[in-house]
């Protein structure tokens, strides 16, 4: 099959586009012929080396994928080849007490498909069954692929961990980013005003379509003094974060009393310095999200096929130019999920 494998650490270049062993399927799996893969940052890092440097190498990265199922394994029953499936991109156990009680993303042994497995820069990947799921049918396979990862993490951050309210005011960092545009739809689609930061004014006015209410270009603003005005001083109910460092450190104040802060990364910077003030005397939640559940993924399609939620997809490329894919992801000059198309 072809692929897209890399069999040192390093920079884009590092991609190769060339024949891999199609993978071999046991109980349980299910083999995807995949049509579409979506990026993520953790491809980036994956690639780099530095989130792991376990991986059997030569690896295929990529979590996000759509297609069609063209095998199944025994005792497989919730889907049969040529069903219509995008990928699940969390493997668990399936076991322990965290699985059982639909809390997989927290199972210890969790890991999102791509990391220490081959992933979805290929024609085929294999997957549990589990992780197979449906899509509406109004999502073509490139729309379908550039779902799972950010609006799935999105909804656990909003609806699940947050319990956002109609009526809320939500701080949604990045808009122009696969995740905070999946959370601006997700916010505006429960009710709640939603403040958005950006660095043009190009991807303000794409966040305005996308619902956002009031838009802040923090190439030219100080989004937390912007923060502080738009709601005259009351601060938001919750800030969405996923950069880290100063972006991080400047949310935190401008959080209401009894307000949630929820992170789900760090692109810009791990370590944060903050003053824990903010934290007790306001009774502030300060919440870590990582991805989600299956059922939450189903949820977030269910409004796509409402028509509440909508993909969206900044640029295609043929899977063998996955590295110029890459580096596009890497410019940040993208507004929503980049896609390779298969």
């Not at 199944?72 to 049969?80: E, H, L, N």
């Given at each position: 099959?072809?692929?897209?494998?890399?069999?040192?650490?390093?920079?884009?270049?590092?991609?190769?586009?060339?024949?891999?062993?199609?993978?071999?399927?046991?109980?349980?799996?299910?083999?995807?012929?995949?049509?579409?893969?979506?990026?993520?940052?953790?491809?980036?890092?994956?690639?780099?080396?530095?989130?792991?440097?376990?991986?059997?190498?030569?690896?295929?990265?990529?979590?996000?994928?759509?297609?069609?199922?063209?095998?199944?394994?025994?005792?497989?029953?919730?889907?049969?080849?040529?069903?219509?499936?995008?990928?699940?991109?969390?493997?668990?156990?399936?076991?322990?007490?965290?699985?059982?009680?639909?809390?997989?993303?927290?199972?210890?042994?969790?890991?999102?498909?791509?990391?220490?497995?081959?992933?979805?820069?290929?024609?085929?990947?294999?997957?549990?069954?589990?992780?197979?799921?449906p899509f509406p049918p109004v999502l073509k396979f490139t729309e379908a692929?550039?779902?799972?990862?950010?609006?799935?993490?999105?909804?656990?951050?909003?609806?699940?961990?947050?319990?956002?309210?109609?009526?809320?005011?939500?701080?949604?960092?990045?808009?122009?980013?696969?995740?905070?545009?999946?959370?601006?739809?997700?916010?505006?689609?429960?009710?709640?005003?939603?403040?958005?930061?950006?660095?043009?004014?190009?991807?303000?006015?794409?966040?305005?379509?996308?619902?956002?209410?009031?838009?802040?270009?923090?190439?030219?603003?100080?989004?937390?003094?912007?923060?502080?005005k738009l709601t005259a001083k009351r601060g938001v109910d919750i800030v969405?974060?996923?950069?880290?460092?100063?972006?991080?450190?400047?949310?935190?104040?401008?959080?209401?009393?009894?307000?949630?802060?929820?992170?789900?990364?760090?692109?810009?910077?791990?370590?944060?310095?903050?003053?824990?003030?903010?934290?007790?005397?306001?009774?502030?939640?300060?919440?870590?999200?990582?991805?989600?559940?299956?059922?939450?993924?189903?949820?977030?399609?269910?409004?796509?096929?409402?028509?509440?939620?909508?993909?969206?997809?900044?640029?295609?490329?043929?899977?063998?130019?996955?590295?110029?894919?890459?580096?596009?992801?890497?410019?940040?000059?993208?507004?929503?999920?980049?896609?390779?198309?298969?």
């Amino acid at each position: 099959m072809n692929a897209v494998r890399f069999s040192a650490f390093g920079e884009a270049d590092v991609l190769r586009y060339e024949d891999a062993p199609v993978p071999e399927i046991g109980p349980g799996e299910v083999l995807i012929k995949l049509k579409a893969a979506a990026l993520n940052h953790l491809d980036l890092w994956v690639r780099k080396g530095e989130r792991e440097r376990n991986i059997p190498l030569p690896h295929i990265p990529g979590s996000d994928g759509a297609g069609f199922v063209a095998e199944i394994g025994a005792g497989v029953d919730t889907v049969k080849p040529g069903d219509s499936v995008a990928i699940y991109p969390g493997i668990s156990c399936n076991e322990c007490e965290y699985c059982r009680a639909g809390k997989e993303n927290l199972c210890r042994k969790y890991a999102v498909l791509g990391t220490l497995t081959d992933g979805t820069y290929a024609e085929f990947v294999k997957i549990p069954a589990r992780c197979a799921v449906p899509f509406p049918p109004v999502l073509k396979f490139t729309e379908a692929a550039s779902v799972p990862a950010v609006f799935l993490t999105a909804w656990h951050m909003l609806c699940t961990l947050a319990q956002m309210r109609e009526g809320d005011i939500v701080l949604v960092h990045g808009a122009g980013s696969g995740v905070g545009s999946a959370a601006i739809q997700i916010a505006k689609a429960f009710g709640a005003r939603v403040i958005t930061t950006a660095g043009s004014k190009e991807k303000l006015a794409k966040a305005k379509a996308l619902g956002a209410d009031d838009l802040i270009n923090y190439n030219e603003q100080d989004f937390a003094e912007e923060v502080k005005k738009l709601t005259a001083k009351r601060g938001v109910d919750i800030v969405f974060e996923h950069i880290g460092g100063e972006v991080f450190q400047k949310s935190l104040p401008i959080v209401r009393k009894g307000g949630r802060i929820v992170t789900c990364g760090a692109t810009a910077e791990y370590a944060v310095t903050t003053d824990l003030r903010y934290v007790y005397f306001r009774e502030v939640a300060v919440l870590g999200s990582f991805m989600g559940t299956r059922a939450e993924l189903e949820a977030a399609f269910a409004f796509f096929e409402q028509g509440k939620l909508h993909p969206v997809v900044d640029s295609v490329f043929p899977l063998a130019q996955a590295a110029d894919a890459q580096r596009k992801l890497e410019s940040r000059t993208n507004f929503g999920k980049i896609v390779l198309s298969i």
